[in-house]
Antibody, heavy 116, light 107 residues
């Protein structure tokens, strides 16, 4: 079964850091671009970042540039999102998603809450 | 960045109705558009890709059309399980952007 499982979410103070992880199974992870998408409470979907199969290309939405880093470890079938200098507006469910153009496989999401 | 504008923001319809949602791109995106369904508390699900291609396993009552800046998503005969929020999303360039969503309620 193709599956993505996120972890690492939680409550963090403004200005703090958090590292999200996503473990893939059921497919050849190293063959796919991967994506993070977030959704603030009661709001719509926001594409956050993309990473190429080999990690050589990365793209970010402007609102996280300089604060967030997407990375991957193909040997561990894992995708990461390092988030620094967190703000209240980063509060959201973060989804790990397979794909670059078509988002066919989604994880269940991990919740990040930025609050003092 | 390309802006995606969906309408309506919400709608209410009855079982069996034909429902249409529109999505307008702020610039020409060819046919680089997808449609997703998100049910409450769940991850989104891809329904339509490349503007008009039905994803495998998705009922044929769902369809999409359009090109360049104007796109349409249609449910030909609404079913109770179609209650959800629907999003368009472009992949013409980076950053990818989603429409703001259309919440569909069944009367």
């Amino acid at each position: 079964e193709v599956q993505l499982v996120e972890s690492g979410g939680g409550l963090v103070q403004p200005g703090g850091s958090l590292r999200l992880s996503c473990t893939a199974s059921g497919f050849t992870f190293s063959n796919y671009w991967m994506t993070w998408v977030r959704q603030a409470p009661g709001k719509g979907l926001v594409w956050v970042a993309n990473i190429r199969e080999d990690g050589s290309e990365k793209y970010y939405v402007d609102s996280v540039k300089g604060r967030v880093t997407i990375s991957r470890d193909n040997a561990k079938n894992s995708l990461y999102l390092q988030m620094n200098s967190l703000r209240a507006e980063d509060t959201a469910v973060y989804y790990c998603v397979r794909g670059r153009q078509f988002f066919r496989v989604w994880g269940q999401g991990t919740t990040v809450t930025v609050s003092s | 960045d390309i802006q995606m504008t969906q309408s309506p923001f919400s709608l209410s319809a009855s079982v069996g109705d034909r429902v249409t949602i529109t999505c307008q791109a702020s610039q020409d995106i060819n046919r680089n558009l997808n449609w997703y369904q998100q049910k409450s508390g769940k991850a989104p699900k891809l329904l339509i890709f490349d503007a008009s291609n039905l994803e495998t396993g998705v009922p044929s009552r769902f369809s999409g059309s359009g090109y360049a800046t104007a796109f349409t998503f249609t449910i030909s005969s609404l079913q109770p399980e179609d209650s959800a929020t629907y999003y368009c999303q472009h992949y013409y360039n980076f950053p990818r952007t989603f429409g703001q969503g259309t919440k569909l309620e069944i009367k």
